[in-house]
């Protein structure tokens, strides 16, 4: 399929999704069918694959192209990978400008001194003549990835669907985002936990075995029993936010009710409108949101942590 801009407009107006957005995906999306081609070794992560799982991923926007490399790598190796993608030509309706042409890494010359580096980059693309720049596409390194990584089928937005030779293993990427919550609780992290267990199946003990992993950096692995009993809205991250003018459940009636591009005004999370098509998939309450986790935690296995 050769994708055109009466595409992207005739998509937006049958989903609801933003025109722009649903430019930013195609051409990201085109990217990933360049990098299936290419094969390098970089595996994806991130809501690109968390997209894959469910039955209607359209619905959950994505973020930034997430990568993470396999094996010791240095600039030279990311420049030549990402120059082959932009270089392969497919018949998709989309050309990249060569990375040849504007080649550059942030960090590059301080971020691989680091035990877990993240350098990122721009691209740019055209649909037809509609020109379109993917703004700081990440590629990090050194994490454990165990399980290991793996193939995804990938279904795109427009045209046939394709394999990723690596992609982020799902109990991985559950794993990540337990973690997440643990150390940092976010909404979104929470949301995509639901609605991956919502329609999918797991292993429970490799997830568990891959948090626990990522909690020797210090982290109270006891905090996770605040997901089972509903009580995360006393992790202390709430109130460092704005000095703890507002409690957890008023942040999340504030994520979950808010204009589309309004998350930066309370604690720099996106807010719902932004990352997920159709809230009244979403319960309305605080309290109800944190039972049905429990609820989804608990059918897949995970069981309270002793003391």
């Given at each position: 399929m050769k994708i055109s801009e009466?595409?992207?407009?005739?998509?937006?107006?049958?989903?609801?999704?933003?025109?722009?957005?649903?430019?930013?995906?195609?051409?990201?999306?085109?990217?990933?069918r360049r990098a299936a081609v290419v094969n390098g070794p970089f595996m994806l992560k991130g809501s690109y694959v968390t997209r894959q799982q469910l039955a209607e991923g359209w619905r959950r926007m994505p973020g930034d192209l997430d990568w993470v490399g396999l094996g010791p790598l240095d600039a030279l190796a990311l420049t030549q990978w990402v120059t082959a993608v932009t270089e392969t030509e497919l018949d998709d309706g989309v050309r990249f400008r060569s990375f040849s042409e504007n080649a550059f890494w942030r960090s590059i010359d301080y971020a691989m001194d680091d035990d877990f580096p993240t350098v990122n980059t721009d691209l740019v693309a055209w649909v037809g003549?509609?020109?379109h720049e993917i703004n700081g596409m990440d590629v990090s390194f050194g994490l454990t990835l165990q399980p290991p990584p793996r193939p995804l089928a990938y279904q795109p937005a427009?045209?046939?669907?394709?394999?990723l030779p690596s992609s982020c293993a799902l109990e991985l990427q559950l794993a990540w985002k337990l973690h997440q919550c643990l150390v940092r609780p976010r909404f979104k992290d929470m949301l995509d936990l639901m609605l991956v267990l919502r329609e999918n199946e797991v292993q429970s003990v490799?997830?568990?075995?891959?948090?626990?992993?990522?909690?020797?950096d210090g982290t109270p692995i006891a905090r996770f029993n605040w997901?089972?009993?509903?009580?995360?809205?006393?992790?202390?991250?709430?109130?460092?936010?704005?000095?703890?003018?507002?409690?957890?459940?008023?942040?999340?009636?504030?994520?979950?009710?808010?204009?589309?591009?309004?998350?930066?005004?309370?604690?720099?999370?996106?807010?719902?409108?932004?990352?997920?098509?159709?809230?009244?998939n979403v319960p309305s309450t605080f309290d109800g949101f944190l039972a049905e986790l429990a609820a989804l935690l608990k059918r897949a296995g995970f069981l309270t942590v002793r003391a």
């Open positions: 009466a595409d992207i407009a005739a998509f937006a107006e049958r989903t609801g999704v933003a025109r722009t957005d649903v430019l930013r995906i195609a051409v990201e999306e085109a990217f990933l003549e509609q020109l427009f045209g046939p669907s394709f394999v490799l997830i568990w075995n891959a948090m626990e992993d990522e909690c020797r997901l089972l009993d509903c009580t995360i809205g006393q992790h202390p991250h709430w109130r460092s936010i704005g000095r703890g003018a507002h409690s957890a459940a008023e942040y999340f009636w504030i994520w979950r009710n808010s204009p589309k591009g309004k998350g930066d005004n309370y604690h720099a999370e996106l807010v719902l409108s932004d990352i997920f098509i159709d809230s009244g």
